[in-house]
């Protein structure tokens, strides 16, 4: 049985340093951060290297790109706690940009799940993506089935020049186009973990392929 890559103290830090949002505590506890969070991640980035090239040998899980920072950016924003109370790992399709199609993966007390899709792509590329969506609409049922899609990232109104009735309009006035699979802190720390990770992300591949594929990119 392999061992986990995560454990409860993963967590554990995450609550702590939620409560402890401070420079002098992080630096004091920046050994068990290294310890139960840095070091495990950068381990499960270099392991998962494998299942993602079982879905598109373009996918990047690079140790030095794939892991978010810890560390907020605080310059123009009026919250300056400096540091993230949550993991984030990014996989992308051919690219290191964040806004490029790829896989998430989001820990964090009571709140983890993995997501793949794309997150508020620039004007040109959004433009692409819906007319994909009008162009093949039975393929982008077909890719979505099954998923849940995020809701949060939507216009109010039709995008112009789509026609108001269109059966797809609910996905056309996206500006994100995410499909999210929750998972438990059990599941995190759990030594098949590197399995559930490879099965989301296969159940959210066509969606993936359909958004990289209207974007003209290799899958």
């Known amino acids: 049985m392999p061992q986990p890559y995560f454990t409860p103290e993963l967590f554990d830090f995450l609550k702590r340093l939620k409560r402890n949002n401070r420079r002098e505590w992080f630096l004091k506890n920046k050994a068990k951060y290294e310890q139960v969070i840095k070091e495990p991640c950068i381990r499960f980035v270099i392991d998962a290297a494998m299942p993602l090239h079982d879905v598109s040998p373009h996918l990047r899980s690079d140790p030095k790109s794939s892991m978010f920072r810890i560390y907020r950016d605080i310059r123009f924003s009026h919250d300056k706690r400096p540091y993230k109370t949550h993991v984030g790992m990014q996989f992308s399709a051919g ?6 199609p790829g896989y998430y993966l989001h820990l964090e007390p009571g709140q983890c799940f993995v997501c793949g899709g794309i997150w508020q792509p620039e004007r040109i590329p959004l433009l692409k993506i819906r007319e994909a969506i009008v162009a093949r609409p039975d393929d982008w049922k077909k ?6 899609l995020s809701d949060e990232d939507k216009l109010s109104r039709p995008p112009r020049g789509v026609p108001c009735d269109h059966p797809l309009m609910e996905d056309l006035k996206r500006k994100s186009f995410i499909a999210l699979i929750d998972l438990s802190e059990d599941q995190i720390c759990g030594a098949r973990f590197m399995n559930e990770f490879a099965k989301a992300t296969k159940k959210i591949a066509p969606a993936v392929e359909f958004l990289a594929r209207a974007l003209e990119m290799k899958w």
Do not use: R
Request: cysteine-free; glycine content about 8%.
């Open 95 to 100: 690219a290191k940009d964040v806004h490029a």
């Open 143 to 148: 890719a979505t089935k099954g998923l849940t």
